[in-house]
Structure formats: C-alpha cells, structure tokens
C-alpha cells in the first residue's frame, strides 16, 4: 500500500512505496542502499529505506518519475531478472526519456541463444528497436558509434534462427569499409 504525503517540515511532497517481497526489495535496494544513492542522484529525489517501504521526498513531478521507476524495476526483479547497477541507472535514464515505454517489455525482449542457454536482451529503446527491426524485415543495416551492441545483437538474433531452423547458414562478412 502506498501513500502520498507532504511533510509539515518542508512543502516537498513525498510517497511511500512498499515492496511487498523481501528479496525483491533486497535486489531493488542494492547492497548496502547502493541502487537507493544511484537513483537519487539519477533523478533528483531524496529515498529512506525503512523496513519494506521506500519514501520518496522531492519535486512532484520528480517524485511521479521516482514511483513509476521503483514501479517498473520491482516488476521486473519480481519476474526474476537481476539488474546491475548500470542498467538500473539506464532503466532511470529510458523511463525519464521514453514515458511511454515499459521496462517489462523492454527486458522481456530476449534472443535465447542455446549453445550455453545464454540470453541475450535488449539493453535500450534502440537496441528492442532493432531486434524488432531484424525480425520483421528481411535485410537492416545498423549504423551507429562502436560499443553499442549492433553487432552482437545481430550476431545473436543470426544463432538463434539458425539454432531455430529459420535459416540454414550464417554468412559472416567483414564490412567493406572500416571506421
């Protein structure tokens, strides 16, 4: 359950959000409230931990973005998956950038690739677009800065139709200018 609140000390408004699950909370939190520090600095809102509910103090509309991230990382840390920190504070980053999209989706976008059961998932709006992209359209060419998954996710999603019988050779070529 959880409650909005202004506190008599200050006019900044504030909202509980319980989390219900304990090791939920535990994988929210991080050790030690690391993920708690990360995303106060991420969106500007002040988080207290006490027992299982996290109260968030700061501008409303920082505050709204605060709920609707615990929201979303506590939905995906129940479905199983693990974050680190960094994709905690990309989850922030997409949320406050993209309000129409929801991190259930954006995570729950994985290419099972089986020759270790690796799973490889999409890490950005970019990246889920691609994927859809190299699903639904015969050839794409993706073009962007170096470190940003093209070529892994390409290399992935080309496994897993092989593995899946979609396809019956991987044709690797070296591209035909290099950077």
């Known amino acids: 359950m959880a409650t909005d609140e202004s506190s008599p ?3 900044s408004p504030s909202y509980d959000f319980d989390v219900e699950d304990r090791g939920v909370l535990l994988r929210l939190t991080g050790p030690g409230s690391a993920h708690l520090r990360l995303l106060e600095k991420e969106l500007g809102v002040q988080l207290g931990l006490r027992g299982s509910t996290i109260r968030i103090q700061g ?3 920082r ?4 709920r609707r991230v615990l929201g979303e990382l506590a939905g995906v840390l129940r479905r199983g998956k693990d974050m680190t920190e960094l994709e905690i504070v990309r989850a922030a980053r997409t949320l406050e950038a993209h ?6 989706e954006l995570f729950g976008d994985v290419v099972v690739v089986a020759s270790r059961q690796r799973i490889v998932a999409p890490k950005s709006v970019a990246q889920r677009a691609y994927i859809q992209a190299i699903r639904e359209k015969d050839v794409v060419f993706g073009i962007g800065p170096a470190g940003t998954g093209k070529t892994y996710l390409a290399m992935a999603m080309a496994v897993h139709a092989l593995q899946a019988k979609q ?11 290099e950077a």
């Open 63 to 66: 505050v709204a973005l605060a």
């Open 167 to 177: 396809v019956k050779r991987i044709i690797l070529t070296r591209p035909a200018v």
């Open 99 to 104: 309000p129409s999209v929801k991190l259930s």
């Open 59 to 61: 501008e409303a509309d």
């Open 9 to 11: 000390a200050d006019d």
